[in-house]
């Protein structure tokens, strides 16, 4: 690929179709990363990928559901970009949680960047993912986002 080929700063075109197959992929791969999480005799490595799995999907679904549209980001999707134009989800969505805020900055610092900040959570005891938890809470923001989606 060309150098400028990420630069790429006009709105990429796609369809509503399309849109809603990423949205749908994302949502699935998070909820089944969690029914296999659920199931019990997993080795070390496949719980790692699966728990890598969950932190990946859900930093992108609090993204989704959480940011607002940046013109400067003009191709990432929002969960606003989903709903009747008469749905203000910023007003509509329920507040983020405190879990939902720590699994997002953790993935951040665990996953994107080959970080210190591993060292220090696990030595702060902090390596656990709560991801009943966070299957609880981002579940609700599914549930509610779907009542009102086009």
């Known amino acids: 690929m060309e150098d400028n080929y990420w630069n790429h700063n006009e709105l990429i075109d796609a369809n509503q ?16 990363t969690c029914k296999q ?9 496949e719980k790692n990928l699966l728990l890598e799995s ?6 992108i679904l609090i993204e989704f559901f959480y940011n607002d549209k ?3 980001y ?7 970009d989903f709903l009747p134009d008469t749905i203000n989800w910023k007003n509509e ?7 939902l805020k720590e699994a997002k ?6 996953l994107a960047h080959l970080s210190r900040w591993r060292i220090k959570i696990e030595k702060d005891n902090k390596k656990g993912w709560d991801w009943q938890g966070i299957k609880r809470d981002i579940g609700k923001v599914i549930e509610k986002f779907e009542k009102y989606k086009k």
């Open 74 to 80: 003009l191709n990432d999707l929002v969960a606003q």
């Open 37 to 45: 999480l659920d199931l019990c005799q997993k080795t070390r490595f």
């Open 17 to 32: 179709k399309e849109l809603e197959e990423l949205l749908r992929y994302e949502i699935s791969m998070f909820q089944e």
């Open 93 to 99: 969505r329920p507040p983020i949680t405190e879990l």
């Open 105 to 110: 900055n953790k993935a951040d610092k665990q």
């Open 54 to 59: 969950l932190a990946t999907h859900n930093r």
């Open 70 to 72: 940046d013109e400067k």
